[in-house]
DNA sequence: CGTCGAATTGATGTCATTCAACTACAGTGG
DNA sequence: CCACTGTAGTTGAATGACATCAATTCGACG
């Protein structure tokens, strides 16, 4: 019944329709009302989460009650906390809907049976695991080295479709920013293209 | 023959000895000094690198010149540029020794056949990435929501042993500061203990 | 002993934060 | 329909954290 999710296991997952059935006892489709919350720190994470539609964050709380956003999951994204679910231990993060969302909650189970049935899907695990270190690293990169305004430039060229969706706030959380300094950083930048 | 290594893989990595034996074609050992690259910026990473003894790091330069650093290997780790063996693309980073070193190159063919041979690798192997991952997300965290000076208190309890091995420099850059500022943190700290 | 890179220190500059005020707007209840 | 409220976003002024630049010291090593 989660049609994109199945499309999207079977064209890209490398599950054949008979696979795919035998795994739906793992799978449920969710709707969720904005400001959802699937997840909160220290519960130990059990889903991972599939967007069919809508818009998920996920971020973290610091000791000053700071949020800074890790991740924004929109359609045809996952979002999980992978450490949590892979070395059972409580999660350090939220996950959170910032739009009104149809979710796929894909029990754990769900990848070791995948895993075991099929050597395909294996592989698309592994592919989406390296997928994920190379984004990540990228972003230690970029805060390593960058400014505030390119940091920015990189998140428009990367997600320009979230630009429009997700409030400025949000985009200065996940840039490690605060939302003044974001603003004006967009006022600068505006000032430099329009002359 | 490289000892520690071959106990590190049937220890921890779950390989027989005669799994092991199999395998080691794609394996060498070498020497080398202080100095020495193991990989460049633009090329393409064929190896794993596990340290027997001495100490590597990973670093990227950014467009203005400047050096940041990614990791640290010191003895019984490993260092690569998983990106770049996985997807067959040209590698961001460099690899380097800052010490005299005994390192085993890990060609790409080692992981693919070990997976291949032993399923207990093939977990052990998994357990390597999922740390990977843990690991640079708290990095993402930490320069995301903190000081300079709470990512050094940070550093030193993560790695204590370091402290001593590494130019100053060098973990200013691991950190994201330049010397100067990491030189007034210790400063700073220095005298808030000894009063 | 002289040289070179690492580390420290001071003076100054820059970028981003903080705090506060103000605008704009959407949602709520009278 | 309008006042009330709360949240997002902008702007300004002051502050703070870290960077930059330059000078000096320190220690390792040839």
Redesign the pocket.
């Known amino acids: 019944m989660p049609a994109t999710f199945k499309n999207y296991m079977i064209h890209k997952g490398g599950l054949t329709l008979q696979e795919f059935d035998q795994l739906t006892d793992s799978l449920q489709v969710k709707k969720v009302n904005k400001d959802h919350i699937f997840l909160r720190e220290g519960e130990i994470c059990e889903h991972s989460f599939f967007v069919e539609s809508g818009l998920l964050r996920s971020f973290t709380i610091d000791e000053s009650g700071k949020e800074h956003i890790i991740q924004f999951a929109p359609e045809n994204w996952f979002v999980s906390d992978r450490s949590s679910i892979f070395f059972n231990e409580p999660s350090d993060f939220f996950i959170e809907a910032i739009e009104d969302s149809t979710v796929v909650f894909i029990h754990k189970d769900f990848m070791i049976k995948a895993t075991e049935l099929s050597s395909r899907f294996m592989e698309y695990n592994e592919k989406l695991l390296q997928n994920n270190i190379r984004h990540i690293q990228k972003r230690v990169n970029l805060l390593l080295s960058a400014?505030?305004?390119s940091r920015y430039l990189n998140f428009i060229q990367l997600y320009p479709d979230l630009l429009l969706r997700v409030?400025?706030?949000?985009i200065?959380s996940y840039l490690?920013?605060?939302?003044?300094?974001?603003?004006?950083?967009?006022?600068d930048l505006a000032s430099k293209n329009f002359k």
């Open positions: 400014s505030a305004e409030p400025q706030w949000m200065a490690g920013i605060t939302p003044e300094s974001l603003s004006r950083v967009r006022k």
